[in-house]
């Protein structure tokens, strides 16, 4: 039988050989394949590392992903160095679409590499791009310089080791969200949740990449359905529109491998 | 469209197209969701005594005609389930919660402890240990278990056979022994990828069970072999993915048809194959009494 697809949905891991590795802070790295694997920005690909498990990872370039060291899988992922091989599934998901002329990226932490990524895309296309980041504290702090590169950059530390001192929602005032035609979020889910609250009235122009447990990641197995919609994040999404994300369970709660239901925090 | 409605193993169905189970049935939210979509009934992923967390990634290996999958029965017991089958039940179909256990007093006292419209037994789970396949691969284990679960509950009880057999109808006649108001028939078969570029079982478990386009010919046996030797009705399941296959089923001997692999299409396949099979009718000029078996009175 042929690696292929039911429904043109996602294919069969492919060999992803690691080209280079980047060390973007203690806990984040970039890991660079010798291919590339024509995603579009807020895809992402489902990496196998053999022997251990199947993570979902967004892309934060044709060619490479940016991991935050968390879990199992994702330390084992640091372990590996040049040469070394994943196994990749993928693009999957829906993507941001680019909409309007000028556009604000909102993200936390490693949530910040798809939106570099959608970045890189939206100078392409001739759009005036801000970004609003915000992390911990200075050394968590990655990705900078490159978003620096697309246009206006306000960083934010909830310690004010760098830049504005407090949550990503403390830049948000010095945004005229008049002049914003769209605004991108990723990051930690309540983070995202604040944002999303305190822009309510433009909820329709607000694209969050959002995060649940995927297992299958074409659709079909369940565990990433998101209440009251049943929305299939891992199909549907990751991508969606936060007047989507209102009345359910965003922001609330969310369902572990299990299924069982728990905190969002995180 | 003419109505497909009637009476499957105890429950009445708007359509005879069904949600298979381990398909979305893990919320409330996407069980209703397949109801409105259209399906005839829904059946929730498998729910046991305790929760567990299912095998590690990868789960699935997606082939071009079929799936692979060793989801490992991932489940928040059956105390977490109760309120995903009553937002499942706010919807316009009947909700079928699927049960796992490892004898008749676990899988009785999940039935017990769950209020739905009806129970289907997974006795069939093709990669769980000590549980699904390997107690349901024995005619007594499914006997037992489906009298016990019978004496429990007052709603119907299917019980959902694996092909992974040598003669599966020794199993059918066994659930009917027990009392099953019907059998569901086929879960997936036992089945094998390996990655060429390092050697790994690609499925975390390593091996994991086949759906899909591709076991439909070994589904359609099944059923014609089922409803060859049983008086309750065979529930037909493995590989449907558009009207043509659902016909073929019913004419092997299928009351009604389940949907899951095809599910990876989108939510419009209930409603493709309910309209496929009463514009079928017409144009041939049957009944729904006259399709469903029509392939052993053919050859009678």
């Known amino acids: 039988m042929r690696e292929g697809a039911i429904g043109g949905t996602a294919a069969r891991a492919t060999d992803g050989v690691i080209k280079e590795v980047i060390v973007e802070s203690d806990a984040v790295r970039t890991f660079c394949f010798q291919e590339p694997h024509s995603p579009w920005p807020g895809q992402y690909m489902m990496v196998w590392v053999r022997g251990v498990d199947e993570i979902p990872m967004s892309f934060s370039g044709p060619d490479r992903m940016t991991v935050h060291a968390v879990g199992e899988a994702t330390r084992a992922l640091f372990d590996l160095q040049a040469g070394d091989a994943l196994g990749l599934r993928g693009p999957l998901g829906n993507g941001f679409s680019l909409v309007g002329e000028k556009i604000l990226l909102v993200g936390g932490g490693v949530g910040v590499a798809p939106l570099a990524f959608l970045g890189d895309e939206a100078r392409k296309a001739g759009m005036e791009v801000t970004s609003l980041i915000g992390f911990r504290t200075a050394s968590d702090v990655v990705l900078k310089s490159r978003l620096e590169g697309l246009g206006e950059l306000i960083l934010t530390t909830d310690d004010g080791s760098a830049g504005v001192k407090g949550f990503v929602s403390a830049g948000l005032a010095k945004v005229d969200l008049e002049e914003v035609d769209q605004i991108y979020l990723c990051g930690p889910e309540l983070m995202m949740w604040d944002v999303i609250n305190r822009c309510r009235s433009r909820a329709d122009r607000i694209q969050a990449c959002i995060n649940r447990y995927f297992k299958c990641a074409v659709g079909v197995c369940g565990s990433c359905c998101l209440d009251p919609e049943g929305i299939r994040v891992c199909a549907e999404g990751p991508v969606i529109t936060a007047e989507r994300l209102l009345e359910g369970e965003f922001g609330r709660y969310r369902r572990g491998p299990s299924g069982s239901i728990g905190s969002c925090q995180g | ?300």
């Open chain 2, 1 to 300: 469209m003419r109505s497909l409605s009637g009476n499957v193993g105890g429950l009445d169905l708007q359509i005879p197209v069904i949600l298979a189970a381990g398909i979305l049935g893990t919320t409330g939210a996407s069980l209703r969701r397949a109801a409105l979509a259209g399906a005839g009934a829904v059946v929730t992923k498998s729910v046991g005594l305790l929760p567990r967390d299912g095998h590690p990634g990868p789960t699935v290996v997606v082939l071009e005609d079929g799936l692979i999958n060793a989801m490992g029965l991932p489940n928040p017991s059956f105390r977490g389930f109760q309120e995903e089958i009553d937002v499942g039940r706010t919807g316009p179909a009947p909700v079928v919660a699927s049960i796992f256990g490892s004898g008749s007093e676990e899988f009785a006292e999940v039935a017990r402890s769950l209020k739905a419209d009806a129970f289907e037994l997974n006795l069939s789970c093709p990669h769980a240990e000590g549980l699904g396949a390997e107690i349901g691969c024995q005619p007594d284990n499914v006997e037992q278990i489906t009298r016990a679960v019978k004496r429990s509950v007052d709603v119907p009880v299917w019980v959902k056979l694996t092909p992974n057999v040598s003669d599966i109808r020794a199993l059918g006649l066994a659930a009917q022994e027990g009392g099953a108001d019907a059998v569901v028939a086929i879960n997936t078969l036992r089945a094998m990828a390996i990655d060429i570029q390092s050697g790994y079982p690609i499925l975390g478990n390593s091996f994991g069970g086949l759906s899909g386009p591709a076991i439909k010919p070994v589904a359609v046996k099944a059923v014609y072999d089922l409803s060859g030797v049983l008086e309750i009705p065979v529930i037909g399941v493995g590989g449907i993915s558009d009207w043509q296959d659902a016909v073929e089923m019913m004419m092997a001997g299928a009351s009604a048809v389940q949907v899951g692999t095809a599910l990876m299409g989108g939510y419009g396949v209930f409603q493709e194959i309910a309209r496929g099979i009463a514009s079928h009718l017409d144009r041939k000029g049957w009944t729904m009494e006259e399709l469903v078996g029509l392939a052993r009175r053919r050859v009678a």
